[in-house]
């Protein structure tokens, strides 16, 4: 297809079904939520879109109307398709949101997340370079997938699009496909919708419509994609699965030629919207989910979950899951560590294995190499955190903090039963069970902790 892209996309309107039950998914969840490569299905609809579209996209929804506005919020504007009478029907109700605001309507579905905004970009450009009422994308694909085939007549003009259930055996046969993307001039549109008959399965088909325009005389044409994976639609959870793919080897590709390096690619999980620092290792079987951004030079995995958190520089991960935390720079972590929600270590923390941190922050060049769990704590920097060491923070009705001062050394197994503070150069004995707030430069410890005698006292 010619890359013909038009500068400005004004005067262009945008419906995407998603009103449909998605029978095939066998699904709660609507099938346009289902999620690629930790995105809704649907969002890689409407990135497509994004950067080249001034008007909102209209969004038909029916089924799951709900949940697909609550996840989705305003981002787009919604049309309420009630009951769901096929697909024309579908284009309809977003008639009262358009209707003289563009002339041009680009109209898809939804469950296509493979689609690129060139391709889009292209068919646009086309329908508007000349002046009948309907362009059209094709594929050419051996596996049907259940698409509706293009028929053409012997001039190669196309007449009509035939649904696979309504189609004969030497239609069936045809390998030019309907991925359902289609240009429409506005005022022809809404006055044809309307005449649309109803197939035999009680539906109005938006198909009908290219019958339609080639019968008034018109000549629709149909492109095809150059690139026929993009047109790939999700019916089944197969479908699914080989969409989650070919988006996760996208973003693979993307990172490795950014400068990232993947031990083991297939292993190697990556959402999208995920960043990664140049000069990065990634090893085996690690997980990069949601907001996560990690700097340069470091090592990350094998095996480890990281999700919606920031990683700096030069930081080591090794076999440990890190959930809405924050690592500074020259941070080392595990193996078999669990950063929870609002961790935050400072640069050049050493947390090793077995250790467990959740809302506490640590500061710079602070160590905790061993069985510990902080939790609710504020800690300074190069305080020594012993091996065992636990932060009491409930006390069956609350959660307390715990606050240790610059370069405290808490003895192995300590107990900070909390609210308690260690002061400044502090030590806690080994097995102490601190139950009150430890002076600057003090030593406790004991059951529960208490001063230790110095010669004289
Ligand atoms: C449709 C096309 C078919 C094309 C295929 C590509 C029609 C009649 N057929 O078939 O030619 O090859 O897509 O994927 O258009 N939807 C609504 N309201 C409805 C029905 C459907 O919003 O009443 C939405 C669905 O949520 C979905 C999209 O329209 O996002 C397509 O519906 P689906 O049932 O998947 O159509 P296909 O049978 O795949
Ligand atoms: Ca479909």
């Known amino acids: 297809m010619p890359r013909e892209v038009v500068d400005s996309a004004s005067g262009l309107g945008v419906v995407i079904l998603a009103a449909g039950q998605g029978t095939r998914m066998r699904s709660r969840l609507p099938k346009v939520l289902h999620r690629i490569a930790g995105q809704p299905m649907v969002q890689y609809v409407l990135d497509a879109l994004s950067g080249w579209v001034d008007t909102k996209p209209i969004l038909v929804v029916g089924h799951g109307a709900d949940q697909v506005q609550s996840a989705l919020g305003e981002v787009v504007i919604y049309a309420l398709q009630q009951p769901q009478l096929g697909t024309g029907h579908a284009v309809l109700q977003a008639r009262s949101a358009l209707e003289g605001q563009c002339d041009t309507v680009l109209v898809l579905y939804a469950d296509m997340p493979l689609l690129s905004?060139?391709?889009?970009?292209?068919?646009?450009?086309?329908?508007?370079?000349?002046?009948?009422?309907?362009?059209?994308?094709?594929?050419?694909?051996?596996?049907?997938?259940?698409?509706?085939?293009?028929?053409?007549?012997?001039?190669?003009?196309?007449?009509?699009?035939?649904?696979?259930?309504?189609?004969?055996?030497?239609q069936l046969a045809i390998r030019e496909l309907n991925p359902g993307v289609y240009c429409f001039n506005s005022r022809w549109l809404w006055d044809h919708l309307p005449r649309l008959p109803l197939s035999p399965k009680g539906e109005y088909y938006l198909t009908h419509l290219v019958g339609l325009a080639v019968s008034e005389g018109h000549i629709v044409q149909g492109i095809a994609v150059a690139d026929a994976t993009e047109t790939f639609g999700i019916n089944t959870r197969v479908h699914l699965s080989h969409a989650e793919n070919i988006v996760r080897q996208r973003i693979r590709e993307a990172l490795m030629l950014s400068g990232v390096t993947l031990l083991d690619p297939d292993s190697t999980y990556v959402e999208?919207?995920?960043?990664?620092?140049?000069?990065?290792?990634?090893?085996?079987?690690?997980?990069?989910?949601?907001?996560?951004?990690?700097?340069?030079?470091?090592?990350?995995?094998?095996?480890?979950?990281?999700?919606?958190?920031?990683?700096?520089?030069?930081?080591?991960?090794?076999?440990?899951?890190?959930?809405?935390?924050?690592?500074?720079?020259?941070?080392?972590?595990?193996?078999?560590?669990?950063?929870r929600k609002d961790a935050y270590l400072a640069s050049g923390v050493h947390m090793g294995n077995f250790g467990e941190i959740k809302n506490s922050r640590l500061g710079p060049g602070t160590k905790m190499g061993h069985f510990s769990y902080v939790g609710d704590a504020q800690i300074a920097a190069d305080v020594n955190i012993g091996a065992g060491t636990i932060t009491c923070n409930f006390d069956g009705a609350q959660k307390q903090t715990t606050i240790i001062e610059e370069g405290a050394f808490i003895g192995s197994d300590t107990m900070l039963v909390a609210p308690v503070r260690i002061g400044k150069r502090a030590r806690t004995g080994a097995g102490s069970v601190v139950t009150r707030d430890v002076p600057p430069g003090s030593v406790v410890y004991g059951v529960p902790a208490r001063p230790k005698k110095t010669a004289g006292q």
């Open 117 to 170: 905004s060139d391709t889009l970009r292209s068919l646009v450009g086309l329908h508007r370079a000349q002046s009948e009422p309907v362009t059209m994308l094709t594929c050419v694909r051996e596996d049907s997938m259940g698409f509706g085939r293009i028929l053409r007549d012997s001039a190669g003009l196309v007449t009509a699009i035939v649904e696979e259930a309504q189609a004969t055996p030497a």
């Open 272 to 339: 999208t919207g995920v960043t990664v620092g140049r000069d990065t290792t990634i090893y085996p079987n690690t997980h990069l989910q949601g907001r996560t951004h990690i700097g340069e030079e470091c090592h990350i995995g094998p095996n480890s979950i990281i999700r919606d958190s920031t990683i700096g520089h030069r930081c080591r991960l090794l076999a440990s899951v890190v959930e809405e935390a924050q690592l500074e720079d020259d941070v080392s972590v595990g193996p078999f560590a669990h950063l």
